[in-house]
């Protein structure tokens, strides 16, 4: 089966302080995988895909096949990034699969 | 603003009714996805076109159906409405056929009471 599991819905942190949204899936063949994020009244938008390698606004996502999950990281969270995370798997369909969502809330 | 729209943003109808909901893709993409958004149920896919032609199936009940047109517009057409047909439904569009980025539209809020 191909399922995304975001075991928190909501995770609160203060400002600065680290912050780890988790994210782990169930697939069969060779993941891809994304991280979308939808901030307060704005559209559901990209943030980072695995295969860019790439860390956009401070995070960073590592694809960990032995233990099927791609955790999205930031060394010190910002008050802008309060807002609503989601893991995605590219399907065998070639459509994205979401997770569930972690509700990001920075404190400052 | 990603460039997707969908018309109309709220809808509002009563249960055994037919409504539709129209989603213009970015200028240039040729893939469409349908989502449905509940809060128990995350984003659920739905329906995927490219090109006017369909090309994955999700979760989507039998008493709806998509299409997309020539001009790349797609429409769901959602019928015997139910209560639990409540949610928030999105657009989606990307350049290609598979795991593309997506651009996401606003969604259209729809309410069966």
């Known amino acids: 089966a191909q399922r995304v599991t975001q075991p928190e819905k909501l995770l609160s942190v203060f400002k600065g302080a680290p912050v780890e949204l988790k994210c782990n899936y169930s697939y069969s063949g060779s993941p891809e995988l994304f991280w979308y994020v939808q901030y307060s009244r704005q559209r559901l938008q990209l943030l980072l895909r695995?295969?860019s390698r790439e860390s956009i606004k401070g995070f960073t996502a590592d694809l960990n096949k032995g233990e099927t999950s791609f955790h999205l990281k930031k060394p010190f969270a910002q008050e802008e990034d309060s807002a609503m995370y989601y893991c995605a798997l590219g399907g065998s369909q070639g459509n994205l699969i979401f997770g569930k969502g972690t509700k990001l809330s920075v404190k400052p | 603003d990603s460039g997707v729209t969908q018309t109309p943003k709220h809808l509002i109808t009563a249960t055994g009714q037919r409504v539709t909901l129209r989603c213009s893709p970015r200028s240039g993409d040729l893939s469409v996805y349908w989502y449905q958004q509940s809060l128990d149920q995350g984003l659920q896919f739905l329906i995927q076109?490219?090109?006017?032609?369909?090309?994955a199936k999700g979760n989507i009940l039998e008493r709806f159906s998509a299409q997309q047109f020539p001009d790349l517009h797609s429409e769901l057409n959602l019928s015997s409405l139910e209560l639990g047909d409540s949610a928030l439904y999105f657009c989606?569009?990307?350049?290609?056929?598979?795991?593309?980025?997506?651009?996401f539209g606003s969604g259209t809020q729809l309410s069966v009471l």
């Open positions: 695995h295969i």
């Open positions: 076109y490219y090109n006017g032609e369909e090309r």
């Open positions: 989606a569009s990307s350049a290609g056929l598979r795991n593309e980025k997506l651009f």
